[in-house]
């Protein structure tokens, strides 16, 4: 790519996230100024820890898996290592019906695609039938391609596939909210299958689970920051971008925390919620504004209850099959023992429950699940209102590029065009594409100037 730096002003990151982070340290490592910004006092966004009383817990349980090479990529860069910061398992899906296993699904130590094609065929909970009919999918969804202005829902792709009833319910209604956060009756066939085809088509360590070590904090966020003011950027916590300076359509400035900075580059890192408000009051960039409209949200409920320490999962995640929380971690992992999140995905009717009817509902179905459980001695609920994009039949038409149409303003964050739903993968690599485009751009520009100079 050749030397990129500017002789203008830092680039500007606004938005302490996981794609602002990595945005952020692409361009620290290739020398290029950088100041961050984020409005909170911690760096992380809406993948953080957060302290409650003298515990300190996620805003949420981020399951990563061995495909996510963008994130894991990234960690190696700045020097964490990555096998003591995961436990890494095979793939295994166990799933309880009332106080008994309704499905148990591992994947055998085999090169791929054969792992989890051993583990469809050895799947305990399932027919004859079923596994018959979810090998010839899984065999199938490997070649699929579906493009976005075709794309549909997930709940037509299995209906397509002949896989019943049952096999929806058990297997893949759980990965889809899981990996979507949006129901199969609305969720996207295109973003499933691609999640389906990483599954299937990569080698056998893609498909393992990465379970954290440490709170989210000390897994990125931290160390990104250290890295950061190590190699001379800029990090100013507390601080919000409430408006971008644009003249003869490109970027000249933002107003930062009551103050003027002189910028020839921001990236815009925030919630597509926030970008599209900060957008909107500039006519040239009222029709991005208006698609990022059009990109919805999904929330995520976070249920943690504190048991005593001998209470634990084996495997250390499970789902279930009725009842609001879909998903359940054993938190021993991350040095937590007793530490037990439900997790329940996507919109529903406890979006309106009070937090303490909510908690009530999770700990009476953890009851019905696991009736020798003692009574939680601690509780306590994370919302997140706005956890992801609504990754719904089509939405990949909407999803924007990472460039804009004003020159030197740029977007980051897991909805942009990255072929991934929202995840911290794909925060990553928006963040890591956006500064890779932004250098080529500076690259283009020292060799017009050049040009310009030695006519």
């Known amino acids: 790519m050749g030397d990129a730096r500017p002789a203008t002003a830092p680039v500007l990151v606004a938005g302490g996230g996981w794609a602002g982070l990595s945005a952020a340290l692409t361009l620290c490592r290739h020398q290029v100024p950088v100041i961050l910004v984020e409005s909170a006092r911690q760096l992380g966004g809406r993948a953080r820890s957060v302290r409650s009383g003298e515990r300190i817990l996620d805003n949420g349980q981020h399951l990563m898996i061995g495909a996510y090479q963008a994130l894991l990529t990234l960690m190696k860069q700045i020097g964490i290592d990555v096998d003591a910061a995961f436990q890494r398992l095979p793939l295994t899906l166990q799933l309880y019906r009332d106080d008994a296993v309704s499905l148990r699904f591992r994947a055998p130590t085999l090169p791929a695609p054969f792992h989890l094609l051993g583990a469809l065929s050895a799947a305990r909970g399932l027919s004859a039938s079923e596994r018959l009919r979810a090998l010839r999918f899984s ?3 490997t070649q699929l ?12 792709l299995l209906h397509s596939h002949a896989q019943s009833p049952g096999l929806v319910r058990k297997l893949w209604e759980p990965l889809c909210l899981a990996s979507l956060n949006t129901p199969i009756d609305l969720a996207s066939a295109r973003l499933f299958t691609r999640v389906l085809q990483t599954l299937f088509s990569g080698s056998r360590p893609d498909s393992d689970l990465l379970i954290p070590r440490q709170e989210l904090n000390a897994l990125l966020p931290r160390p990104a920051g250290e890295f950061l003011e190590d190699h ?3 990090v100013e916590l507390g601080q919000r971008l409430t408006g971008l300076e644009i003249d003869a359509q490109a970027i000249r400035g933002a107003i ?3 103050r003027r900075l002189a910028a020839s580059h921001v990236i815009l890192a925030t919630p597509h919620s926030i970008t599209r408000r900060l957008l909107s009051r500039h006519p040239v960039l009222q029709p991005l504004a208006a698609r990022l409209g059009e990109l919805g949200h999904e929330p995520i409920a976070t249920v943690y209850l504190q048991y005593p320490p001998e209470i634990a999962l084996d495997p250390i995640m499970v789902g279930l099959e009725s009842g609001l929380a879909q998903w359940v971690f054993d938190r021993r992992c991350g040095g937590q023992p007793g530490l037990i999140a439900a997790v329940i995905s996507g919109r529903g009717p406890h979006q309106r429950l009070p ?9 009476a179905q953890l009851k019905e699940h696991f009736p020798h459980w003692p009574p939680p001695l601690e509780r306590r609920l994370i919302r997140e209102k706005r956890a992801t994009f609504c990754a719904r039949a089509g939405i990949d038409t909407w999803r924007p590029a990472n460039r804009t149409p004003v020159a030197g303003l740029w977007l980051a964050g897991d909805y942009t065009a990255t072929d991934l739903p929202a995840t911290l993968e794909g925060a990553v690599r928006s963040g890591n594409q956006c500064a890779l485009q932004l250098m080529q751009s500076l690259s283009e520009t020292n060799v017009v100037n050049w040009v310009d100079a030695h006519p």
């Open 232 to 234: 001379g950027a800029g």
């Open 256 to 258: 930062v925390g009551g």
């Open 139 to 141: 065999r199938k969804v």
């Open 355 to 363: 937090a303490t009817t909510l908690i009530d509902a999770v700990v």
């Open 145 to 156: 391609r579906i493009s976005a202005a075709e794309d549909f829902s997930v709940q037509a």
